[in-house]
């Protein structure tokens, strides 16, 4: 008999020194303070003894729940073999297209626009053997390869930031569903997650190339206001202007978007006069060059063009009209810098003229770290940089490039943003480059997820996004708590009624355990 008891003792112990070393990792992670937490994700052993928590899924400790579909449009733009003018113009014909109805299938318009243009596609994708249907099963094909690539992508990320129990599935055929249960910071989740990660190394075109593109754009912008009509102010509205201009602090001479896009009919109402559609012009050359006086000469700040922060989107709009597309070259395209630039107590964007072809493309990285630059370089002294690695093969793509272009600017681009456009200096042989232009350290480790994890085969669009409130959660713990408590009262309560003085004694016995 006293044998067995210490059988049931010694089972018993087992079972509870058991749950106690399997409960152990949960209470650890859960009072790590952050100067731990940061050691043990720099050691690799956070991920670790994450996956041995007891995790709460999305219903219980809340969340966010997004909707991503892959950009079609840009994966095929990103795999034709040849580009040019009508292959363009064919592109934005059936983008244009899918807007006005976005249920329409993208490979029945594409094949559509492309037959009323009685075209092969084999001049634009797949081999010169294939017919339109063989080209058309393969770029599906290639879409679908894309939408799984994108989906491992994703995982390879998000596990690298770090979240509990991620679930990332894909729904159709280019959508793909993630849920990110106990997510803290939602806004650098859905940064890591949406960002295309596309790194490209562009050069930059020579200043008298980009000189003469101006000029075009600002003589058919100035084509375009003398057949529309700028807007006259009538007698009373240039009165209230003048009063606009004295209140505007800045001291800079201010016109409107309506004076730049404006029709001939007069404007009455002068409340859009100082507000966000106001314009920093130079007023000596507004009449005749109305896109030049938008622009500001930046070769004092370390670069060539630059845009006053309240103008960048007057220069974006002007920039996308059709009659200025026609303008700009078909290999060349302009670029904004990915942040904006104090200058005083002004802010501006750079604005870059680069091929539209790259160099070099991301695809070459194998190696993505973070460090602090050091002092030999004023942009980067101080501030947290991105060291890349190339294969053996970029590196000799990289190095032919820059021997090639001593003196020149590459603009080292993501996701179509400049990051940074430094002037090569010398041959670079060994693959090696960096990107400057971060704003903390968290966004440099982000970018050197994403570059580790490899860019995605296409962008990807948030078409649905929900912050889930752990309601569920709260209702299912609130239930069960209830429920117990309500039966440990019932079963005393049993005990004291049917076993008198000896369930009392057991209830208060089992109480002091």
Known sequence: MKKNFWIKVGIILVAVIWSLWQLYPTYQVRHLSAKETKALRLSGKLSKLQGKTIKLGLDLQGGMYLVLEVDLQQLLLNLAKHKDAQFYKIMNEIEQKLEKDPNLDYFTVFQQVFNQYNLRLNKYFGKLTQNNEEVIKGLQKQADDAVNRSLEILRNRVDEFGVSEPNIQKRGNRR????????????????????????????????????????????KLKEIQTAKGKAVLSPKTKKEAKKVAKIDTTGKNIVTQQDIFGTKQEITDTSTLADTSALEVNKSLFNEHPFLSLLRDFRGHGGEIAVPEQNKHAVEKILNMPQIKKVIPSDVEFLWGSKSVPVGDEKYYELYLVNREPELTGKYVVGAGVQIGSGSSFTSAGKPIVNLKMNSEGAKIFAHVTGANINRRMAIVLDNRVYSAPVIRSKIPNGDAI?????????????????????????????????VGPSLGRDSIRQGTFSAILGFALVILFMIFYYRMSGFLADLALLLN
């Not at 803290?184 to 050069?203: H, M, S, V, W």
Request: aromatic share 2%; hydrophobic share 45%; no cysteine.
């Open 176 to 219: 793909i569903v993630i849920e990110l249960p106990g997510i803290q910071d939602i806004e650098r989740a859905k940064e890591l997650i949406g960002k295309t990660a596309l790194l490209e190394f562009k050069l930059l075109k020579a200043p008298d190339v980009s000189k003469e593109v101006l000029k075009r754009i600002d003589e």
């Open 435 to 467: 990107i400057e232009g971060m704003g903390n350290m968290d966004e440099a480790k982000d970018l050197a997820i994403i570059l580790r994890a490899g860019a995605l085969p296409a962008p990807v669009k948030i078409i649905e996004e929900r912050t």
